[in-house]
């Protein structure tokens, strides 16, 4: 990823971002995006456009091929990027509280397992009562719920969601719109949602 200084407020910015994958796959041509601080980006398109690759090079998970990618520093006791993915990914033979933490036992928080932290964020999403229990005891979006809040335990600067609600009901898509809304508003972090639903990304 070039370096590169971010101008202004900017939490992010690619300049001719593109990203070809082996085998010639282009995923990504010409990109220019800037992202102001703690704002709330919708990232809409169909099905193979592109829209996860760019979260993954963002969150530096895939080279780029050619341009510039500047992605700002989390601060001191912050992550700079922290990552949904479309399904909770979590693992089954730890607990939801266990879950949540994992991040804080991988070294990114000096402390190790942060019980408490964890706690105030399985509460923060409603499911302090089920701190103890395991994934496949959960449905569906209590499972993305866990997943948010294990998101959310390094602090991060940039919330980076990659169509997290995509394989949910309606109802429980819409009450998941409004609790991350609600979180955001909470904390500011620099948001950058990908969805295929043109509801959502209005909403």
């Not at 593109?18 to 169909?46: H, K, M, Q, W």
């Not at 500047?70 to 001191?76: K, L, N």
């Not at 109802?171 to 998941?176: D, F, H, S």
Request: hydrophobic fraction near 45%; aromatic fraction near 6%.
């Amino acid at each position: 990823m070039p370096a590169a200084a971010l101008s202004g407020s900017h939490a992010l910015e690619a300049r001719g971002l593109c990203l070809t994958y082996a085998g010639g796959i282009e995923a990504l041509r010409a990109v220019d995006l800037s992202v102001e601080e703690s704002s709330f980006v919708s990232i809409v398109g169909p099905s193979g456009c592109g829209k996860s690759t760019l979260l993954k090079a963002v969150a530096g998970l895939v080279p780029i091929t050619s341009g510039t990618l500047t992605v700002g520093r989390g601060a001191a006791g912050r992550s700079a990027v922290a990552f949904v993915f479309q399904s909770p990914t979590l693992l089954t033979w730890r607990t939801v509280l266990g879950n949540v933490a994992l991040p804080t036992e991988l070294g990114r928080r000096p402390q190790g397992f942060d019980a408490r932290r964890a706690r105030d964020l399985l509460s923060l999403v409603g499911l302090d009562e089920f701190a103890d229990r395991f994934p496949t005891e959960l449905s569906g979006g209590m499972q993305m719920r866990v997943s948010l809040a294990r998101a959310l335990i390094t602090d991060p600067r940039i919330m980076l969601l990659d169509e997290p609600f995509g394989a949910l009901d309606d109802l429980t898509r819409q009450r998941l719109n409004e609790d991350l809304h609600r979180i955001w508003q909470r904390d500011r972090w620099t948001a950058l949602f990908v969805t295929h639903n043109v509801s959502e990304a209005v909403y």
